[in-house]
Structures are given as C-alpha cells and as structure tokens.
C-alpha cells in the first residue's frame, strides 16, 4: 500500500513563500511521475509541476518561474517550493505518485495553501 503524506500548507500573505513536502512511504515499484496539483472548490484538479524519473521537471504556465519542485530520493519526499504567491494561488494542494507500466495514480489527502491579499 502506497500512502503519500502532505505538509507546509498554511495562511501566507502575498508575495510570500511557502514550501510543501510530500513524503511517500509502501512498496514503490517502477515509479514514473511525482507531481503537484492544486483543486478549487468545484472546479477542477490542475497540474502544477511534475517531476520524472530521471528528473525532468515540467511546469504549468499558471505557475512557471515562481514554483520550483524538486525530490529527494532518499527519504522519498517530493518538494514544491512556491515563491511570490498570489491570492489565486489559493487552494488545496494535492501530491500525486505515478508508478507502473499502466501509470497507476497515488494521491496523499491535499494541504490547504491560503493566500491573502
């Protein structure tokens, strides 16, 4: 059973930074894509960043320039560090793990990222 942990969500003002970490723990096998994602209430679920495998990072446009993720193997723990943040940037933020010849889906239960104007 794969599980994915969020934190570092919280209230920040704008321009400020926050960083979030997602620490993944069971038995990953033939791992693909870890990313971030963020939901507003009823909209949908949007990919911020993702990174690969062999570390190929890709972003969207909403967020390029300002939001950097990165990984750390070894304690199996993905990172978005989110600079000059926007009260749009509000919402909750979701880690995602991708593993598998079929690219099975993980997600972890979301941090809630509020920004103020």
């Known amino acids: 059973q794969v599980q994915l942990v969020e934190s570092g969500g919280g209230l920040v003002q704008a321009g400020g930074s926050l960083r979030l970490s997602c620490v993944v723990s069971?038995?990953?096998?033939?791992?693909?894509?870890m990313g971030w994602y963020r939901q507003v209430p009823g909209k949908q679920r949007d990919l911020l960043a993702r990174?690969?495998?062999?570390?190929?990072?890709t972003y969207a446009e909403a967020v390029k320039g300002r939001f950097t993720i990165s990984r750390d193997s070894v304690k199996n723990t993905v990172y978005l560090q989110m600079n000059s943040l926007k009260p749009e940037d509000t919402a909750i933020y979701y880690c995602?793990?991708?593993?598998?010849?079929?690219?099975?889906?993980?997600w972890g239960q979301g941090t809630q990222v509020t920004v103020s104007s």
């Open positions: 995602n793990l991708q593993m598998g010849v079929s690219y099975q889906d993980y």
């Open positions: 069971g038995s990953i096998f033939r791992l693909k894509t």
């Open positions: 990174i690969s495998s062999g570390d190929d990072t």
